[in-house]
């Protein structure tokens, strides 16, 4: 009776162990969970794994990318993770889009934790998804994979935006305004003729006094002329003493 009751205990224990480890699935996500970013930019994915309370000792992440509009750049590990380099365990093909990276945990991890951080580069605008390939695994302490789900991010790359420079105005022709000189006016006094007076008209200036009055004209003539009588005279009246 003993020992079919044992047996009976550990076959109930069994199960739910199984059922237990069935039910413990390892969850990957991704961070940010929507990606906009513009052309020509880099930006970085974090891809963290959750084992959700059962100890994974390595994980195997495979990711699928449009390899048109992404490419990666590099890869890093988060803490704690052993890199494993072999063929089939570690690739970059930004040819087909398809990277791979394994890494074992020492002591097992139980707990959410970053696996690691892609840092991509948009080579043209798009749209797409990044998501978990179907190569992916979380083996556990019996080797049993134990991922669930295939996760995936959406994201979008615009074009960027080429800013619009006004065009200058053009100003309006404005003729030279030609400031006068001082040379100017002497220059023209310079080129302007002046008119010579005539002999008579020189005379007569003299005469008058430069009256032009005709009267005036007539006085000094007959001043002029009793002068010359009266000189004359005087030379006369000399003369004859003389003799």
Known sequence: MKKNLL???????????LT??????????FLPTSIKVTSGQNFNLIVAVN?????????????????????????????????????????????????????????????SATFGTVSFYTKKAGSGIIKVGNGALALDANNQNVISGLSE????????????TPKP???????PISEPTAKQPIEQLMTQQVP????????GIVLTLGTNNIWISILMGIIILVILIYAIYSFIQRKRKNF
């Not at 010579?196 to 005379?203: F, H």
């Open 7 to 17: 047996k009976i205990t550990l076959t109930v224990f069994g199960a739910v162990v």
């Open 20 to 29: 237990i480890s069935a039910l413990a699935t390892t969850n990957v996500s």
């Open 51 to 111: 084992p959700q309370g059962v100890n994974n000792y390595t994980a195997k992440i495979e990711l699928d990318y449009p390899a048109d509009i992404l490419e990666v750049k590099s890869f890093s590990f988060g803490s704690n993770w052993m890199a494993l380099s072999q063929s089939g365990y570690d690739l970059i093909d930004n040819t087909n889009g398809v990277l791979i990276k394994t890494a074992g945990y020492p002591g097992g991890l139980s707990s």
């Open 153 to 164: 991010v959406i994201f979008t790359v615009t074009a960027p935006t080429v800013p619009i």
């Open 169 to 175: 105005a053009i100003p309006t022709p404005v003729a």
């Open 196 to 203: 010579q007076p005539s002999l008579l008209a020189a005379i």
